[in-house]
């Protein structure tokens, strides 16, 4: 992948106000992937969404970069949760029509 379609990880940490050391902790963890190209470090694209949500639980609830993997865990099984309610609420609406 050519770099300029990555996001280097020190501009990011610079207007998200973190240090680098935070997300080399996530990609240590295995929550974010970033890539190495010619000594530079960067974060695809495709990962931002992920490493902007994992920062916000940081600053905003102020949860330890060490229990971070915890709660995304927790997170993703509770979106898991609600698309498969989802599902069954139209299905059930399905059966009742008839």
């Given at each position: 992948m050519?770099?300029?379609?990555?996001?280097?990880?020190?501009?990011?940490?610079?207007?998200?106000?973190?240090?680098?050391?935070?997300v080399n902790s996530l990609e240590q963890q295995g929550l974010v992937e970033t890539i190495?190209?010619?000594?530079?470090?960067?974060?695809q694209p495709d990962q931002l969404p992920r490493l902007e949500k994992l920062v916000r639980l940081h600053q905003d609830l102020?949860?330890?970069?060490?229990?971070?993997?915890?709660v995304s865990d927790l997170l993703e099984r509770l979106e898991g949760l609600q698309d498969e309610l989802t599902q069954l609420q139209n299905r059930l609406v399905f059966y009742e029509r008839e």
């Open positions: 050519q770099p300029n379609h990555l996001i280097p990880i020190s501009e990011f940490c610079v207007h998200h106000h973190v240090e680098i050391a935070f190495c190209v010619e000594q530079l470090v960067y974060v102020a949860i330890h970069p060490d229990d971070l993997d915890v």
